[in-house]
């Protein structure tokens, strides 16, 4: 993973007063802390953060951060956003080590065409959207990878089919569903709704098969009863 810069300045003073004068001159409050180093208050550039962390790595970014003539390697564990704007307000960075195993999430993509689903006018249902892996910082993947081309209506794709990168490890169940390939709602219905007509279709036909027995029961006791007579 490759690493990106990223400026930072030390902050002397805080508080919410302080806070908003920052994010007034285009800057987003921090704090870096992690590995016994006193948690510091900093500020960053607004537009510089968003450059970072937009790349494909994403929150997962791996940032060296010069904090005047200090630099750190970390990443940002938290971002506060607006709760109507959805801008950041706020920024945790922790410090990390190139050595260090770090737990993050990474997002699920799907590669491929389900051809065989499709034609069976199946769909694909994704139960899982996000996995906690298990890295050292250069080794964190930007997404993990699933192949849909082989599924089929009926399949389950699950943790234990994942093909994770070398170097990362994922803590769960390696049963948990993923993906599953399922029959669609209206496909579903329109075979109900054949099934029941083939099902009304039947008694249909046997109720009129034993209309007509009986009919003729009735009509061949009728004309015992007429030669009876007769004699």
Same mark, same amino acid.
């Given at each position: 993973?490759?690493?990106?810069?990223?400026?930072?300045?030390?902050?002397?003073?805080?508080?919410?007063?302080?806070?908003?004068?920052?994010?007034?001159?285009?800057?987003? *409050?921090?704090?870096?802390?992690?590995?016994?180093?006193?948690?510091?208050?900093?500020?960053?550039?607004? @537009?510089?953060?968003?450059?970072?962390?937009?790349?494909?790595?994403?929150?997962?970014?791996?940032?060296?951060?010069?904090?005047?003539?200090?630099?750190?390697?970390?990443?940002?564990?938290?971002?506060? @956003?607006? *709760?109507?704007?959805?801008?950041?307000?706020?920024? /945790?960075?922790?410090?990390?080590?190139?050595?260090?195993?770090?737990?993050? /999430?990474?997002?699920?993509?799907?590669?491929?065409?389900?051809?065989?689903?499709?034609?069976?006018?199946?769909?694909?249902?994704?139960?899982?959207?996000?996995?906690?892996?298990?890295?050292?910082?250069?080794?964190?993947?930007?997404?993990?990878?699933?192949?849909?081309?082989?599924?089929?209506?009926?399949?389950?794709?699950?943790?234990? /089919?994942?093909?994770?990168?070398?170097?990362?490890?994922?803590?769960?169940? *390696?049963?948990?569903?993923?993906?599953?390939?399922?029959?669609?709602?209206?496909?579903?219905?329109?075979?109900?709704?054949?099934?029941?007509?083939?099902?009304?279709?039947?008694?249909?036909?046997?109720?009129?098969?034993?209309?007509?027995?009986?009919?003729?029961?009735?009509?061949?006791?009728?004309?015992?009863?007429?030669?009876?007579?007769?004699?």
């Amino acid at each position: 993973m490759a690493e990106v810069q990223l400026a930072a300045e030390a902050r002397h003073t805080t508080g919410s007063g302080e806070s908003r004068r920052l994010r007034a001159a285009g800057k987003i *409050p921090a704090v870096l802390y992690g590995h016994g180093i006193t948690p510091q208050a900093l500020s960053v550039d607004a @537009r510089a953060l968003r450059g970072a962390l937009n790349q494909e790595a994403g929150l997962n970014a791996l940032l060296t951060l010069q904090v005047d003539s200090a630099r750190h390697l970390a990443m940002a564990r938290q971002l506060q @956003r607006h *709760p109507l704007r959805h801008s950041v307000v706020h920024v /945790d960075f922790v410090v990390v080590r190139r050595d260090e195993v770090v737990s993050v /999430d990474v997002p699920i993509r799907l590669v491929g065409e389900a051809s065989a689903v499709e034609r069976s006018d199946g769909m694909l249902e994704q139960q899982v959207f996000n996995l906690t892996v298990h890295a050292i910082p250069a080794n964190i993947p930007n997404h993990i990878e699933i192949d849909v081309s082989d599924l089929k209506v009926g399949d389950t794709f699950r943790v234990g /089919d994942l093909q994770l990168p070398t170097g990362v490890t994922l803590d769960l169940d *390696p049963e948990e569903p993923i993906l599953i390939a399922t029959a669609s709602t209206i496909a579903a219905e329109v075979a109900a709704e054949e099934e029941a007509a083939a099902e009304a279709e039947a008694e249909a036909a046997e109720g009129a098969a034993a209309g007509e027995g009986a009919a003729g029961a009735e009509a061949a006791g009728g004309g015992g009863e007429a030669g009876s007579s007769e004699g």
